[in-house]
Antibody, heavy 119, light 112 residues
Framework: QVQLQESGPGLVKPSETLSLTCTVS????????WSWIRQPPGKGLEWIGY???????NYNPSLKSRVTISVDTSKNQFSLKLSSVTAADTAVYYC?????????????WGQGTLVTVSS | QSVLTQPPSVSGAPGQRVTISCTGS?????????VHWYQQLPGTAPKLLIY???NRPSGVPDRFSGSKSGTSASLAITGLQAEDEADYYC????????????FGGGTKLTVL
């Protein structure tokens, strides 16, 4: 059973870059789409973007100018970078995988990691 | 303001049937894109509940069902149980937003 685990700083200063890594275990990162989704405290889900194992990406247009998602197949990991963060970027960040060979529906989720943007 | 509109809350007594609607438009649900539903129990990550409008992943009880018609979709839960109390989200694809996935705003289900 594939498992995903987010890791990274829980506190980021305003204007800095948020960086998270998702480690995939129980399966290969190859042949699948890998996503980042976030959820501000007490609010709903927001798709950030996804990457195919080959490296092709698709980002939420509202975040596109600040987002970079990359993949490291040798480490079975993929990563998120979100630049110029503000308090509005405070959220639980989930890494995820499609149920099958498409990006959605999302069939596998990490447990999520809370990232707070504050000085 | 979410692209997909869900009621903020619904409630029902144990054993009852409840439905949660997800209303979209001609650029998402109405364009024929599939709708997926997720259940988020308090303090946990979302879990896929229904995919492809009406399909249940392995392990999801048949008390949960999904349907789609026109620009809307619905999630129905029959034989309501206390453990069904959670937030529910619909999701689809929107062709007007450059390949964007969209989520509904979420519906809080309270079991009375």
């Amino acid at each position: 059973q594939v498992q995903l685990q987010e890791s990274g700083p829980g506190l980021v200063k305003p204007s800095e870059t948020l960086s998270l890594t998702c480690t995939v275990s129980g399966g290969s990162i190859s042949s699948y789409y890998w996503s980042w989704i976030r959820q501000p405290p007490g609010k709903g889900l927001e798709w950030i973007g996804y990457i195919y194992y080959s490296g092709s990406t698709n980002y939420n247009p509202s975040l596109k100018s600040r987002v970079t998602i990359s993949v490291d197949t040798s480490k079975n990991q993929f990563s998120l970078k979100l630049s110029s963060v503000t308090a509005a970027d405070t959220a639980v960040y989930y890494c995820a995988r499609g149920l099958g060979v498409t990006a959605i529906p999302v069939g596998y989720w990490g447990q999520g990691t809370l990232v707070t943007v504050s000085s | 303001q979410s692209v997909l509109t869900q009621p903020p809350s619904v409630s029902g007594a144990p054993g009852q049937r409840v439905t949660i609607s997800c209303t979209g438009s001609s650029s998402n649900i109405g364009a024929g894109y599939d709708v997926h539903w997720y259940q988020q129990l308090p303090g946990t990550a979302p879990k896929l509940l229904i995919y492809g409008n009406s399909n249940r992943p392995s392990g999801v009880p048949d008390r949960f069902s999904g349907s789609k018609s026109g620009t809307s979709a619905s999630l129905a839960i029959t034989g309501l149980q206390a453990e069904d109390e959670a937030d529910y989200y619909c999701q689809s694809y929107d062709s007007s937003l450059s390949g964007n996935w969209v989520f509904g705003g979420g519906t809080k289900l309270t079991v009375l």
